[in-house]
């Protein structure tokens, strides 16, 4: 098969990397929500080999994350675990870390929920969850094409940005370490669980 391919995920990897290689530098087994593509996946495990990588998404997804994981041959990658939040209970992964990149605005608002109920409660004590995206910051959206694109998000039937208050008072071990600026008016959120 073609494989998928999503320049954003091409255009965003360099700068997610950069925070990973910090963000899961004590890791050993990380847990991907929402694999996509697989682009992410072949990336970061290519250049996290400490790592191992096991990809999740909806099932309709799997082919085409599996394209590339066959391409890539890498001994630190998963095939796709089946996982559609609402649906499915996380994978019976013995992960340390989570990441999830552009899946919390498009979930509606109690997936994003049960998402983040269910990593604070999978993760162990020092476990660490990477959540790329973009987001709302006290009720306030850092640009004017955010704020344009979450309502468009919300016409289309999708859940639109959340706060991060809002992300906050959902969980009750997991504290956000830093917030990361990045490029596109994206931000990623760096959790620890305590």
């Known amino acids: 098969m073609t494989k ?4 954003a995920c091409e255009n965003n990897r360099g700068p997610i990397l950069s925070v990973l290689k910090q963000a899961f530098a004590n890791s050993n087994a990380v847990l991907e929500i929402g694999s996509g593509t697989g682009q992410h996946a072949v990336y970061f495990a290519k250049h996290l080999e400490h790592l191992q990588w096991f ?3 909806q099932v309709q997804y799997h082919e085409g994350i599996q394209a590339w994981i066959d391409e890539a041959r890498l001994f630190n990658l998963h095939p796709p675990s089946e996982l559609k939040i609402g649906q499915n209970a996380i994978p019976d992964i013995e992960a340390d870390a989570v990441f999830t990149a552009n ?3 498009i979930m509606q608002p109690d997936e994003a929920r049960q998402m983040m109920i269910q990593v604070d409660e999978m993760l162990p004590a020092s476990g660490v969850f990477c959540q790329y995206g973009p987001f709302i910051e006290n009720g306030r959206f850092n640009s004017q094409s955010n704020d344009d694109f979450h309502h468009r998000l919300i016409a289309q039937g999708y859940g639109g940005y959340q706060d991060i208050v809002t992300l906050k008072s959902w969980v009750s071990r ?4 830093h917030i990361h600026t990045m490029p596109a008016n994206n931000l990623l959120l760096e959790w620890v669980k305590v």
């Open 4 to 7: 998928p391919y999503s320049q």
């Open 55 to 57: 990809t999740s998404d």
């Open 174 to 177: 997991l504290t956000l370490r």
């Open 103 to 105: 899946t919390t605005h």
